[in-house]
């Protein structure tokens, strides 16, 4: 069992990320980045659909 997990623990990087261990990681980073960006073209051009899609894209992928 111990074994197992330390195989898991010293796999590559791109051997963890193509298995989908990171699938969480990513998703909320992008959410994060979709939820700051909207913020700021909120507070620059004001309200408008580009913002609403950006907070849209914001909630589906950290929802």
Do not use: H, Q
Not at 52 to 62: D, K, R, V
């Amino acid at each position: 069992m111990r074994e197992d997990l330390r195989a898991a623990k010293n796999r590559p990087f791109i051997a963890k990320l193509k298995s989908g261990d990171y699938n969480e990681e990513i998703s909320c980073s992008l959410g994060l980045i979709f939820l700051i960006t909207a913020l700021v073209v909120g507070k620059t051009i004001g309200p408008g659909w580009k913002t609403n899609l950006l907070y849209l894209g914001a909630y589906l992928f950290a929802g």
